[in-house]
């Protein structure tokens, strides 16, 4: 099973090191960043870089696509090599994925109308724009494209599909061996939503 995972500048690195690392142990998976040419791409904070080792053009028809969310979100939604490659990979791919406002690039896309997606708690009332229904869920699933929640929610998901994809011992196996065991040490606390978004923006 080959997954891609498209980069782009200012991408949130854990949604997508998150995924990466839950099916990058799985056996007989393989995961590859892309991004328009092979390189180094810098995430939100612009002081990681992750190398995409292909282009899009070496990686069409992926098994799996996981689009990353981020602050680099809104750029990207015009961002037409992206948009078209996605269009192209989602014809062949087993499954489609987005975690935090990565949905909003497959909606930009085309990828989500008449469905059910999530996103972000910040950003998700956006996706209407794309003419699907927000669910404030963890993970959602429409057909073969499954949308996470705000960033952490990517390790949820890759965990979820790829259970179905193999089985769930194969996932529960995954998660032992990263130790995937959330137990933080704060409930959410509304109150302080402003200030969350002033980091993330």
């Given at each position: 099973m080959h997954v891609a995972i498209p980069l782009y500048p200012r991408f949130t690195a854990l949604d997508a090191v998150g995924p990466y690392t839950v099916l990058a142990f799985a056996p007989g998976w393989r995961v590859t960043f892309v991004a328009p040419e092979a390189g180094p791409v810098l995430d939100d904070q612009g002081t990681l870089s992750i190398t995409a080792t292909a282009s899009y053009a070496d990686l069409p028809t992926p098994d799996v696509i996981i689009v990353p969310g981020g602050p680099g979100t809104m750029e990207a939604l015009s961002d037409e090599p992206l948009l078209s490659w996605l269009r192209?990979?989602?014809?062949?791919?087993?499954?489609?994925?987005?975690?935090?406002?990565?949905?909003?690039?497959?909606?930009?896309?085309?990828?989500?109308?008449?469905?059910?997606?999530?996103?972000?708690?910040?950003?998700?009332?956006?996706?209407?724009?794309?003419?699907?229904?927000?669910?404030?869920?963890?993970?959602?699933?429409?057909?073969?494209?499954?949308?996470?929640?705000?960033?952490?929610?990517?390790?949820?998901m890759a965990l979820a599909f790829l259970a179905e994809a193999t089985d769930e011992e194969t996932a529960k196996t995954v998660q032992l061996a990263i130790e995937y065991d959330p137990q933080p040490p704060f409930a959410m606390d509304p109150s302080l939503a402003e200030k969350a978004m002033a980091l993330i923006v």
């Open positions: 192209t990979a989602h014809e062949h791919s087993r499954w489609t994925t987005s975690v935090c406002s990565g949905s909003l690039i497959l909606g930009a896309a085309g990828l989500l109308e008449g469905g059910r997606a999530t996103s972000h708690w910040g950003i998700i009332d956006a996706l209407r724009t794309y003419g699907c229904e927000p669910v404030r869920e963890r993970v959602v699933t429409t057909g073969k494209v499954i949308t996470a929640a705000g960033v952490s929610a990517g390790i949820d």
